[in-house]
């Protein structure tokens, strides 16, 4: 198979240990640029600026977050078309998902510049930082087409087994970013939006670097016929990718009931939680892309019929969760006042900020293990179940928000940050054991 990466082959441990650590790697830098972002902003323009700019964070994880899931839907299926070796078939799902996601991305942009002034307002957004968020807003929204762009093609290179390219994008992205950042809002002076105009034009660079790396890719020269593709091709991807997409727009919907909520009690407590989620993010990373990881390996073994190698591979992604745990838990857990000093500046948002850090801290093993098994239910093309944990993640938040915010007010956040991990992971090890046990039959069956 003439393909950037084979992940049926080989050991398990180090085959997907040589996949995580570029990805990691990846993603890393870009929660460097988007902490850098957070920091500038919140030194250089003060905590109502940083509060505008945390404000807009869960409306862009809702659209983004769509985007996002789309391409990862359709990269599984990329991925099982690469283990199956079936070239023609790679082609066309390839070609499929570049016409399907531009198509939505234009949609998204003109829906979402259109809507932002509506949902800012539902959001209780103050009026105080309504402007801040609405200059960042746009701007971000209007770039909509390059961030689907990078999303893609990274995932149609990780489907494939490379996430070198991906790292080095974001290694040269990360810092101009950082670099744009400083001059537009220390030199120039130009206030939230020249921090937006720094994270889409650096944006637009590491997509065309993937770009680049496809096109010279030996496993990946389109042409018009494979554009011609098949309608049930289209409509595989679709159903693979629109639930995994769903799945993170109802989660993110839930994080901006929780938004709304915290934004009711004022300012402070908007920046306090725009913190809050800058570290959970951060720190969410090691198993986070282990996830990405296990979701890359189980497509193509899945569709190479290696069941015994997604199983051993999960394990492995088991483990890096149980390692980020004991690291990234325990600075969460021992440096919470640390932490929140770093990007704010008054003493109650960083009380606030340092309650949040300490209890999610402590269960972060939850959401370590919530990842690695909802990407194997992902990669194995069963996305439905990881949709309704994600509907079980809002529900549990908003629910938890409703009961307790009036109890005990801004634990309350930290406290559905954890019942949602809880629910969202008891929902997908069923799953995973329901699903391990039937490609287990399946694989038997097939050999006698």
Request: hydrophobic letters at 50%.
């Amino acid at each position: 198979m003439t393909q950037t990466g084979n992940l049926t082959t080989g050991k398990v441990p180090d085959v997907l240990l040589r996949f995580f650590f570029p990805m990691l790697f990846t993603n890393l830098l870009q929660q460097i640029y988007t902490f850098a972002d957070t920091v500038i902003v919140g030194k250089g323009l003060g905590d109502d600026a940083l509060a505008a700019v945390g404000n807009m964070s869960v409306l862009i994880l809702l659209i983004v977050g769509f985007l996002q899931g789309i391409a990862n839907g359709f990269s599984v299926i990329i991925g099982q078309c690469c283990g199956s070796e079936n070239r023609t078939e790679l082609h066309q799902s390839v070609a499929a998902s570049i016409k399907l996601s531009g198509l939505l991305s234009i949609l998204l942009t003109v829906l979402s510049v259109t809507m932002l002034p509506a949902a800012l307002r539902a959001m209780q957004t103050s009026e105080q930082i309504l402007q801040d968020s609405l200059q960042y807003g746009y701007i971000l929204f209007g770039g909509l087409v390059i961030t689907m762009a990078y999303h893609l093609c990274s995932c149609i290179l990780r489907a494939l087994g490379d996430s070198r390219t991906p790292f080095l994008a974001i290694v040269i992205s990360s810092a101009l970013n950082i670099l744009l950042d400083s001059l537009f809002i220390f030199v120039l002076k130009t206030g939230v939006e020249g921090a937006a105009v720094a994270t889409v034009f650096s944006q637009a660079v590491s997509t065309l670097i993937c770009i680049l790396r496809i096109r010279q890719s030996g496993s990946l020269r389109l042409t018009s016929d494979d554009f011609k593709g098949r309608l049930s091709l289209s409509l595989a991807l679709i159903k693979n990718g629109v639930p995994m997409a769903c799945m993170n727009s109802v989660t993110a919907a839930g994080c901006i009931i929780v938004q709304s909520y915290v934004n009711a009690l004022g300012v402070v407590y908007t920046s306090a939680y725009s913190v809050c989620t800058k570290y959970v993010n951060l720190f969410m990373l090691p198993s986070l892309t282990a996830g990405f990881a296990v979701s890359a390996f189980t497509s193509q073994n899945y569709g190479a019929r290696k069941y015994a190698r997604i199983r051993e591979g999960v394990r492995v992604g088991l483990v890096i969760g149980l390692v980020s745990y004991v690291l990234c838990g325990a600075i969460m857990v021992c440096m919470p006042e640390t932490l929140a000093s770093i990007m704010l500046n008054g003493a109650q948002p960083i009380a606030l900020a340092s309650g949040f850090l300490r209890i999610c801290g402590s269960m972060f093993f939850v959401l370590n293990f919530l990842f690695i098994f909802r990407s194997a239910v992902q990669g194995m093309g069963k996305p439905l179940i990881p949709m309704c944990s994600g509907i079980l993640e809002m529900l549990l938040r908003v629910l938890i928000i409703v009961l307790f915010l009036p109890r005990i007010s801004f634990q309350a956040t930290a406290c559905a940050e954890v019942a949602a991990w809880a629910g969202a992971l008891a929902l997908n090890i069923a799953a995973y054991s329901s699903i391990g046990l039937f490609t287990q039959k399946q694989h038997i069956q097939r050999i006698h």
